[in-house]
């Protein structure tokens, strides 16, 4: 009698079965080594459609070691049935594939099918972001190989035929229904850059066509986010918000450093210098950063802040 098992699977073919032949020559090693071996591990393939199917089988030994178990006795009725061992390194094989090459592709299949309007490098873009996300929880992605894993090796216990999309789907369906939320907030994610990359090579084109009517500017934050605009002789710069793309237009727009930004954008300058009271947030750092292109300078330390510094905090509004 044959212990054997069907594996089928329509994705990434190729790699389960990279993954199944290193546990069967596992296996192997391991028989020979121990001189037991109720028999060899064979992997045959065959295709049909877009499935393909690897058939794992421990085919009988050769008649010499038939005639008596490695005691000398004849052989009982449990060497010649199912090998826990077989089907423990093949459920190990399955949940290494479903977790690595199998999840790529059910993720790029969920982008697919639920993002048309993404173009093909919009949604390999977003896969990247989903993979990130994923590797980003480390204490849960050892639950997600666990379940799947576990789920595993108690349906082998008495199957002989695993499709790995019909387990998915049936028996591991919160493994999978957690890949669609991981993928969704990845589209998110990556509609949320790209909005902010379109905003910000919008500020950069609206920077480059203004011609710079001062030279050096001095912008002193305080803490409460107010803000005053001098020029190099002391006098007071005047920001005329409606010129500026980020003219207010909702409640987020007196945020201190939305106005900041929107300030440095209106006011044609050759050269911008920040005396700042408080930390600026590393989106806004970076975004003059890329707005700007090193024409933002932050005061390192100057008379003029000195004696700001000495001055009471107001608060803010």
Same mark, same amino acid.
């Given at each position: 009698?044959?212990?054997?098992?069907?594996?089928?699977?329509?994705?990434?073919?190729?790699?389960?079965?990279?993954?199944?032949?290193?546990?069967?020559?596992?296996?192997?090693?391991?028989?020979?080594?121990?001189?037991?071996?109720?028999?060899?591990?064979?992997?045959?393939?065959?295709?049909?459609?877009?499935?393909?199917?690897?058939?794992?089988?421990?085919?009988?030994?050769?008649?010499?070691?038939?005639?008596?178990?490695?005691?000398?006795?004849?052989?009982?009725?449990?060497?010649? *049935?199912?090998?826990?061992?077989?089907?423990?390194?093949?459920?190990?094989?399955?949940? *290494?594939?479903?977790?690595?090459?199998?999840?790529?592709?059910?993720?790029?299949?969920?982008?697919?099918?639920?993002?048309?309007?993404?173009?093909?490098?919009?949604?390999?873009?977003?896969?990247?972001?989903?993979?990130?996300?994923?590797?980003?929880?480390?204490?849960?992605?050892?639950?997600?190989?666990?379940?799947?894993?576990?789920?595993?090796?108690?349906?082998?216990?008495?199957?002989?035929?695993?499709?790995?999309?019909?387990?998915?789907?049936?028996?591991?369906?919160?493994?999978?229904?957690?890949?669609?939320?991981?993928?969704?907030?990845?589209?998110?994610?990556?509609?949320?850059?790209?909005?902010?990359?379109?905003?910000?090579?919008?500020?950069?084109?609206?920077?480059?066509?203004?011609?710079?009517?001062?030279?050096?500017?001095?912008?002193?934050?305080?803490?409460?986010?107010?803000?005053?605009?001098?020029?190099?002789?002391?006098?007071?710069?005047?920001?005329?918000?409606?010129?500026?793309?980020?003219?207010?237009?909702?409640?987020?727009?007196?945020?201190?450093?939305?106005?900041?930004?929107?300030?440095?954008?209106?006011?044609?300058?050759?050269?911008?210098?920040?005396?700042?009271?408080?930390?600026?947030?590393?989106?806004?750092?970076?975004?003059?950063?890329?707005?700007?292109?090193?024409?933002?300078?932050?005061?390192?330390?100057?008379?003029?802040?000195?004696?700001?510094?000495?001055?009471?905090?107001?608060?803010?509004?």
């Amino acid at each position: 009698m044959l212990d054997q098992l069907v594996i089928g699977t329509a994705q990434a073919a190729a790699s389960l079965r990279q993954r199944l032949e290193r546990e069967l020559t596992g296996l192997s090693r391991e028989a020979t080594s121990q001189q037991s071996g109720p028999g060899s591990p064979r992997l045959t393939q065959h295709e049909r459609g877009p499935w393909v199917f690897f058939v794992c089988r421990l085919e009988p030994a050769s008649a010499g070691s038939r005639c008596a178990g490695r005691d000398g006795r004849e052989p009982g009725p449990e060497e010649g *049935a199912a090998r826990p061992e077989l089907r423990n390194r093949l459920a190990r094989a399955l949940a *290494a594939f479903i977790h690595g090459e199998h999840r790529l592709c059910l993720m790029q299949r969920l982008l697919a099918r639920r993002y048309t309007h993404l173009a093909p490098d919009e949604r390999q873009a977003v896969l990247g972001y989903a993979r990130a996300r994923l590797e980003s929880q480390p204490g849960r992605e050892r639950e997600r190989r666990r379940l799947v894993g576990d789920r595993l090796a108690a349906y082998l216990k008495g199957a002989e035929v695993v499709l790995v999309e019909g387990f998915l789907r049936f028996r591991c369906r919160e493994y999978v229904e957690e890949l669609e939320q991981v993928v969704d907030r990845a589209v998110d994610e990556f509609l949320l850059d790209r909005e902010y990359r379109d905003f910000v090579r919008l500020l950069q084109q609206f920077v480059d066509v203004q011609e710079p009517k001062l030279g050096v500017v001095h912008v002193f934050v305080d803490p409460s986010g107010s803000l005053r605009l001098v020029d190099e002789g002391g006098r007071p710069v005047d920001v005329p918000a409606a010129a500026s793309p980020l003219a207010p237009e909702g409640p987020d727009a007196g945020e201190a450093d939305d106005h900041l930004l929107s300030a440095l954008v209106t006011v044609g300058a050759r050269r911008f210098v920040l005396h700042a009271r408080r930390p600026l947030g590393a989106d806004t750092e970076e975004m003059l950063e890329q707005v700007f292109a090193g024409r933002v300078e932050t005061c390192k330390g100057c008379e003029r802040c000195r004696r700001r510094s000495r001055r009471p905090v107001t608060p803010g509004p």
